[in-house]
């Protein structure tokens, strides 16, 4: 367990790139009970399971069943089991669970709502670029023959 020789899974006497997160320890989770105010500048997870007024750019976002979040969110993924009261900007998936709450200026790539799950308020869909069809070099050749 103690042995001098063994090799550190983590790498920590590896130098790194001031302010890269450790892998595994870039997660954020404010528990039930919990209260917080404030701003996440860098976290890869966040999970609110207690109440939190917040202002963060993460990639991936939880709100726990008894989980309440207000604020300014930007993300890739967002899982709302609780309430959100905001604006909310989700680049991928918002899904909203059978009890979860979404209401503020909520804008989406692509949306799931479970039955009994709600969504209010300002909502839109953010425009996914184009993918113009390459045609396939078989096509090419023989249009050319003509």
Known sequence: ???????????????????????????????????????????????????????????????????????????????IWGEFDGNMEVSSTLTIQEKGMVKGQIKYSALQIKLGGQLMGDVQTIDKPRIKAVPNPTEINTNKNN
């Open 1 to 79: 367990m103690f042995d001098k020789n063994k090799k550190n899974d983590l790498n920590l006497d590896k130098p790194s790139k001031p302010g890269t997160p450790i892998p595994g320890s870039a997660k954020v989770i404010v528990g039930a009970g919990v209260e917080m105010k404030g701003e996440i500048t860098s976290a890869s997870e966040v999970q609110i399971d207690g109440n939190a007024e917040i202002n963060m750019d993460t990639e991936n976002l939880m709100v726990g069943q008894m989980g309440q979040l207000k604020g300014e969110i930007k993300t890739k993924n967002a899982d």
